[in-house]
Structure formats: structure tokens, C-alpha cells
């Protein structure tokens, strides 16, 4: 199993739209509709923004949003704010009761 | 609502076994959710370690499987991780989290806690 492929860093200006991407292979994020996208501010614990590709757990905004294509998912943050800088994990289910993360993008705001 | 605690020595011994339990408050463990174990190397990004659920049944990273095991006391409504032989390479926050099915969505963590491994 390797870890899912997420570029290592995103960066926009508050009021923009950025999009974070994560990559896998058809044994996991192309193949189950079980990814997942969590925010995590320094020391501590992630929180969970996305699950099951787009459906947003109550209290996250709708300004997150999830979406995948292929062995590809993307989660896209409309109208940044300050709030949002963070680091940002994907994971998928990839099969056989296992999973896997992706390595992480940190989000800057201009 | 519910909350989970992370408890357990801060420092283990290189080749010695790491334990920690979690604590589940607010709830009962004994649900359709699984609950899962998370570590995160200093500097590093997250790394699944394993999966239990009340009934017994549990699911291991293929790479830590031969060192992990995980049980469940649902009369302590606690859930519990070992990992032997630990070396320098184990040290990490470990995070507890409840998952809708294993690898899902974790959608409750622990404030986690930070376990080094030096003689």
C-alpha cells in the first residue's frame, strides 16, 4: 500500500477558490467511493471536512467541497479565509478493510 | 457528546511494547461504528494503524500487522492498542477515532497523545 500522491503545499488569497488534489490508484481512491478529506491545525487533532467523496459532516461549511474523477479526488475551498490555513489529508478505502492516507498539503493564505 | 481519550506511557523502551487505551465518554462503544487507531510521526503525516469493532472483529495496516494488536472492553467501554518491538521509527502522536465503517469517515479523535521510543 503507498500513500496517496497530495501536492505538498496549495495557496490562495482570502475571497479565492483553491483545490487540492489527491491522487491514488484504481485499487483505491478509483476504485470506492470512500474518500475522505480532513483538516488538521498544528498540534492538534484532525478534523473531518469530507467523507464518502461529497458529503460534508454537519458544522463544516459549504464552502468545502469534495469531488472525484478517476483515481483522482479533489477537495476545493471557495471563498478563503484566514481560518483555512491549515494542513489538509485525504484517505481512501482501498480495499480488504485496510485504507490509506495521503501524505498532506499544507494551505496557505495569502 | 462523545468524546474520546488517548491514556498511556509517554516513553517505551527501544524492543519493548507500546500500550495505550482509549477511552470512550458520552457513549457506549458498543455501536455499528468501528474504532480505529492513527499515528502521526513528528513532522509527518497520518499513518492508519488498525481497526476494531465491539464485537471482536478487528483490521490492521498490512505493514504494522505483525506488531499491532487491538482489543475491546466494552464493560470499560475502552478500546486498546499494543505494538511490539517498537523502535525509533514508532515514535509518533497516536490518535484514537471513531469511524463509520473501517476506513470510512473518522468523524470523532482523540486529542491524541505522543509516545517516544529512547532507551
Known amino acids: 500500500q503507498s500513500a496517496l500522491t497530495q501536492p505538498p503545499s496549495a495557496s490562495g488569497s482570502p475571497g479565492q477558490s483553491v483545490t487540492i488534489s489527491c491522487t491514488g490508484t484504481s485499487s483505491d481512491v478509483g476504485g470506492y467511493n470512500y474518500v475522505s478529506w480532513y483538516q488538521q491545525y498544528p498540534g492538534k487533532a484532525p478534523k473531518l471536512m469530507i467523507y464518502?467523496?461529497?458529503k460534508r459532516p454537519s458544522g463544516v461549511p459549504d464552502r468545502f467541497s469534495g469531488s472525484k474523477s478517476g483515481n483522482t479526488a479533489s477537495l476545493t475551498v471557495s471563498g478563503l479565509q484566514a481560518e483555512d490555513e491549515a494542513n489538509y489529508y485525504c484517505?481512501?478505502?482501498?480495499?480488504?478493510?485496510?485504507?490509506?492516507f495521503g501524505g498532506g498539503t499544507k494551505l496557505t493564505v495569502l | 457528546q462523545l468524546q474520546l481519550q488517548e491514556s498511556g506511557p509517554g516513553l517505551v523502551k527501544p524492543w519493548e511494547t507500546l500500550s495505550l487505551t482509549c477511552t470512550v465518554s458520552g457513549g457506549s462503544i458498543a455501536t455499528s461504528y468501528y474504532w480505529g487507531w492513527i499515528r502521526q510521526p513528528p513532522g509527518k503525516g497520518l499513518e492508519w494503524i488498525g481497526s476494531i469493532h465491539y464485537s471482536g472483529s478487528t483490521y490492521h495496516s498490512p505493514t504494522l500487522k505483525s506488531r499491532v494488536t487491538i482489543s475491546v472492553d466494552t464493560s470499560k467501554n475502552q478500546f486498546s492498542l499494543k505494538l511490539n518491538s517498537v523502535t525509533a521509527a514508532d515514535t509518533a502522536v497516536y490518535y484514537c477515532?471513531?469511524?463509520?465503517?473501517?476506513?470510512?469517515?473518522?468523524?470523532?479523535w482523540g486529542q491524541g497523545t505522543m509516545v517516544t521510543v529512547s532507551p
Open positions: 477515532g471513531r469511524d463509520i465503517l473501517v476506513f470510512d469517515a473518522l468523524d470523532i
Open positions: 484517505s481512501s478505502y482501498a480495499g480488504s478493510n485496510t485504507g490509506v
Open positions: 464518502e467523496v461529497s
